[in-house]
């Protein structure tokens, strides 16, 4: 999911085995009026995806669809949320490799998203040039583990916050900050969590998206 200061919108996932294309959104100002259904991503795709966005747009990416894994994203507009979401670009490396986007979250002008396994950089998508592939950017090789699956993620319009994580059923309780104004410096270790997660989730300050 992904949201601005008014509306959260939630895309794709699978119930029963089946993947879905649906996008719905949930109104802040209506909180007990449920997620209505609005458009569609361009395909179905079901777990293992990320989005992140800012005010206008959200970007969902990668995971895996009935014909295969997928390492594209497509753009949902906020302002034309009833129309199917527009596919955009791609992340590094093959299908293969970058199916399992782990957790994302940016500020005003990019998307930060972690990948499982495949890669240790983060790979930035640019908003306002979100037909180019996404580029790789800071790393989190300080701790054992932030190669795996399973980590959330938040942020504010300065810093990007992953936690938590490892291979399951394995868990961890790091806690990792990207610095988004020098953001090919390595990951700087943070306060751990509480408790060691996995699969946990996260939400930013609408101010800034998320």
């Known amino acids: 999911s992904t949201h601005n200061k008014s509306y959260a919108w939630f895309g794709g996932g699978w119930s029963s085995g089946i993947k879905h294309s649906d996008v719905s959104r949930l109104d802040f100002e209506n909180d007990t009026g449920g997620t209505p259904a609005r458009g ?9 995806m990320s989005a992140a966005g800012n005010q206008s747009y959200g970007w969902f990416g990668a995971g895996p669809a009935p014909s295969g894994w997928h390492s594209d994203y497509d753009r949902v507009d906020y302002s034309n949320d009833t129309a199917t979401a527009s ?32 890669y240790t950089a983060l790979q930035r998508i640019d908003y306002s040039n979100d037909t180019a592939v996404a580029s790789a950017k800071a790393t989190f090789d300080m701790f054992p583990g932030d190669k795996s699956a399973g980590r959330t993620a938040m942020g504010n319009s300065d810093y990007g916050y992953w936690q938590g994580g490892g291979p399951y059923p394995a868990t961890n309780s790091h806690n990792a900050r990207i610095t988004f104004a020098s953001d090919t410096t390595a990951a700087t270790p943070k306060g751990n969590l509480a408790v060691p997660t996995i699969n946990a989730t996260a939400s930013s300050l609408a101010q800034y998206g998320g």
Not at 40 to 48: F, Q
């Open 40 to 48: 569609y991503l361009s395909y179905a795709r079901g777990e293992h």
């Open 87 to 118: 596919a955009r670009s791609y992340f590094l490396g093959a299908s293969w490799q970058t199916p399992w986007a782990d957790a994302a979250t940016g500020n005003a002008d990019y998307g930060y998203y972690a990948f499982r396994g495949y």
